[in-house]
């Protein structure tokens, strides 16, 4: 079986890659979002995931709940606490590993059903460094106050908190730069639709013609 292509997708908080996700979707290119993996390896089970069992090993048995699943709130005193850059160089170092070797795994599945293209769905795609394994590189882009309004209808933040976050993150600018392509998501949905079966387009387009 022929691996996928993988193609790299990222933005700040509050741009909608998850819909451009869902737009890609009905173009034939479905997606693996690195969230929702990390997310399903830290919820409860009977056992201790892979992921769950270095964490707890690196951080204690504190950051693990009676149903072994992660005590974010632990965890994160702990990585934004006393424990400091080197605490958070280690979560990064064991989540990044797990989440890269799940995400590989299920865009296999999808290329064994057919899909010659995968989206991996990274927010932190180059901090993560899974954009050495990608083919190509998708940036979507709002401008800072779409991205303040939907963070705040969201996650149910203050403006100061949502724009602490965005302020943590690689600028749009910096991220544009380093991607192939990039999506403006606006308000306007016939024109993302739009951008995005372009970019679709010109990728298939670019393998037909280096395959």
């Not at 993996?37 to 919820?43: E, L, S």
């Not at 797990?98 to 927010?123: F, N, Q, S």
């Not at 083919?135 to 991205?147: G, L, M, P, Q």
């Amino acid at each position: 079986m022929k691996s996928p292509v993988l193609i790299g997708l990222c933005g700040r908080s509050g741009t909608g890659k998850g819909y451009v996700c869902k737009l890609f979707a009905e173009l034939g290119i479905p997606s693996v979002d690195t969230d929702a993996v990390y997310r399903a390896m830290t919820a409860p089970c009977e056992t201790l995931s892979p992921c769950m069992e270095e964490l707890v090993a690196a951080f204690g048995e504190e950051i693990r709940l009676p149903d072994n699943s992660l005590n974010r709130p632990a965890l994160s005193a702990i990585v934004f606490g006393e424990g400091g850059s080197e605490s958070l160089q280690t979560l990064n170092r064991i989540t990044h590993a797990h989440i890269l070797r799940e995400t590989k795994r299920l865009a296999e599945e999808y290329a064994a059903e057919g899909a010659e293209c995968v989206i991996i769905d990274a927010p932190v795609l180059f901090e993560s460094g899974f954009d050495a394994m990608c083919r190509f590189t998708v940036c979507v882009c709002a401008s800072e106050e779409t991205s303040v309004a939907r963070i705040i209808k969201r996650d149910g933040i203050t403006e100061e908190a949502a724009r602490r976050r965005l302020a943590s993150q690689i600028p749009t600018e910096e991220l544009m730069r380093r991607c192939d392509y990039h999506i403006e998501n606006e308000l306007h949905c016939d024109t993302l639709r739009t951008q995005t079966a372009e970019i679709a387009c010109a990728i298939r387009t670019a393998l037909g013609d280096k395959s």
